[in-house]
């Protein structure tokens, strides 16, 4: 049998999903000729294949081999700043030259920063049409508009103007965080109508669509017959609420009453009290906008003053001062204008962009059919099944591998896919079983055999354990500072345990992290730094909670410090059918 080439994936974190980080297309099975295709096992396809609209990591794929970024990255990371002429950076201890898409010049001012980008002439997409920065103009700009709804937040950025131009006044910037909070605070009749409508429903809407093909999984944890009763047990603010013989809008609108102005509430039973306040502080935004421009404050924005074309291959984007990550957000995979756009629609000089602003709908409806500069063309989405074939016009060359089928295989079949010789390559989850698995088949006890070729490398993401905030607190009031110390109490319980349970699910496929960010990122905070601590290892008060002298005997009798434990309350948490009493305070409960 020919080897096959398998990436297992090192998982880090406590729980983590798999992805693969690096170039496919280089890799091909051992035997096989240019025109063999190179056929990838991957998990479920969402169809959004654009590099403007994908949302799963398998759709990302497809869309980081059929488009190009601006710019690229070096093996570890770090940008690579003169594209056009190349760089060499070493890495361990061999040397690697870069080249990329353009040339980029960071200038940081005292109250700005200058980002140049000057595009490789001569680039062009797969379909012969020559690259230039009316394209990098046209990407940035759908990115920006009001209607986009895919995964990226470059409109989030601190670019001079871009906050006016998306709420289409001038008067946007004299609106402050503190405004947009005292709006939310009082919120006026529309802003409570608007959140109802545009967050509060959509929300439960789609969790009630979930409810229904899910129910059934958690039937036995939860006692629940069907769809609706599980949906109305997980969201029904009331919890003497019944959806028996109702609809689905009137439970869906019956709850979204319960909640009543409180999108936060909601929030918090969704699982992340955060959820809603980006939209939220929108809708505010706008309110406010809308109050000024009748008391005759403001004039339209025609376009975004932070983004200039300076040339036909250069483009600048200036910002409000310098954040670090800024440069990474406006490192996007620049798409093809005259494709996803309307070449009629792309005026600069009159500020027009090649869509209708606030209707995204046409470069939206091209998802599933992408085109780009990347090295591989797409053909077609058919069976499950993604064909592509090498871009002719790449300019860096046709790859060598000529056609690659990337083909949904559920995880669990991703390592008997590649001993069947199914498929060629894939990305397993990092797991005890599955490392045991690979070995029983190379008959070897290792990784590495005469029929599977393990290629293990860290994930760029990490997992967490996760607390419903609904169901775990004190007093039905899950935003409260008890509740919040109820479910602190917990965590730091759970994460005395983590290597414990880590080993024995991922042996050596995964680390505990005590970081929410994953050790392979540039800004993971290491055990070196001089303010490291492990996760929930310190009381109220900063004081450790575990010491050198301490011993299993000793650990969890210490006295509580905090004052907030002179008056002790009776609280109640409900863990599936499972109810815990105590009358010690939530904080001292892991003590």
Not at 447 to 465: E, M
Not at 509 to 533: E, F, G, H, M, R
Request: proline share 3%; hydrophobic share 35%; glycine share 8%.
């Amino acid at each position: 049998m020919n080897k096959k080439k398998l990436m297992a994936l090192l998982l880090t974190g406590v729980m983590a999903a798999s992805t693969v980080s690096v170039p496919v297309f280089a890799e091909e099975a051992e035997g096989g000729s240019s025109d063999t295709p190179l056929v990838i096992g991957q998990t479920n396809f969402s169809e959004k294949f654009s590099g403007l609209f994908h949302e799963a990591v398998p759709d990302q794929q497809i869309a980081e081999n059929v488009g190009e970024y601006l710019f690229g990255s070096d093996r570890t990371g770090a940008i690579i700043y003169n594209g056009i002429e190349g760089e060499t950076h070493e890495y361990n201890g061999t040397d690697y030259t870069y080249t990329g898409l353009s040339d980029v010049t960071v200038t940081e001012g005292e109250d700005e920063t200058v980002y140049n980008f000057k595009l490789r002439e001569g680039v062009t997409f797969s379909d012969g049409e020559p690259l230039t920065a009316d394209d990098l103009i046209f990407t940035y700009y759908v990115l920006s508009d009001t209607d986009y709804d895919g995964n990226a937040t470059f409109y989030s950025t601190n670019i001079k103007g871009m906050k006016n131009y998306r709420l289409n006044s001038t008067a946007a910037d004299s609106i402050t965080d503190e405004d947009v909070a005292n709006t939310l605070a009082d919120m006026p009749d529309e802003v409570a109508a608007r959140v109802k409508d545009e967050l509060i429903v959509p929300l439960l809407t789609s969790e009630y669509e979930w409810a229904q093909t899910a129910w059934e999984d958690y039937a036995d944890a939860y006692g629940v017959t069907n769809g609706d009763e599980f949906f109305g047990m997980l969201y029904a603010a009331d919890e003497n609420y019944s959806v028996d013989g109702k609809d689905q809008d009137t439970i869906i609108n019956e709850i979204a009453d319960q909640y009543g102005k409180d999108y936060l509430a909601l929030a918090a039973a969704y699982g992340d009290e955060a959820y809603f306040d980006e939209d939220a502080a929108t809708i505010a935004s706008e309110y406010l906008v809308e109050q000024k421009t009748a008391a005759g404050e403001g004039e339209e924005v025609a376009n975004i003053e932070g983004i200039k074309k300076l040339g036909d291959y250069e483009v600048e984007v200036t910002t409000d001062g310098f954040e670090a990550t800024t440069i990474y957000q406006l490192g996007v995979i620049v798409e093809p204008m005259h494709y996803y756009g309307d070449a009629s629609l792309y005026d600069y000089d009159n500020n027009q962009f090649g869509f209708t602003r606030g209707d995204l709908s046409a470069v939206r409806d091209k998802s599933n059919q992408p085109l780009g500069a990347g090295p591989y063309k797409f053909v077609k989405y058919e069976n499950k099944t993604v064909y592509m074939e090498a871009n002719e016009n790449y300019y860096k060359g046709a790859p060598k591998t000529k056609y690659l089928q990337w083909r949904e295989t559920s995880d669990a079949d991703k390592i008997a896919g590649v001993e069947q010789g199914t498929i060629d390559l894939s990305d397993p989850s990092g797991s005890k079983s599955a490392f045991d698995q690979i070995k029983s088949i190379n008959g070897n006890d290792e990784l590495n055999g005469d029929k599977i070729i393990v290629n293990a490398t860290d994930n760029l993401g990490y997992g967490y354990i996760g607390l419903n905030a609904n169901t775990i607190n004190v007093g039905g009031e899950p935003g409260s500072d008890a509740s919040k110390n109820l479910r602190k109490a917990l965590t730091t319980v759970l994460a005395v345990y983590r290597d414990v349970a880590i080993d024995s699910y991922y042996g050596d496929a995964a680390s505990v992290i005590n970081y929410p960010i994953s050790n392979t990122s540039w800004a993971a905070p290491q055990k070196s730094d001089a303010d490291y601590q492990v996760a929930y290892s310190v009381d109220v008060d900063g004081n450790p909670l575990y010491t050198d002298d301490m011993t299993e005997n000793t650990a969890g009798k210490r006295d509580c410090r905090s004052a907030s434990c002179s008056e002790p309350t009776l609280w109640k948490i409900r863990l599936h059918t499972v109810y815990l009493l105590g009358t010690k305070c939530p904080l001292c409960f892991s003590l």
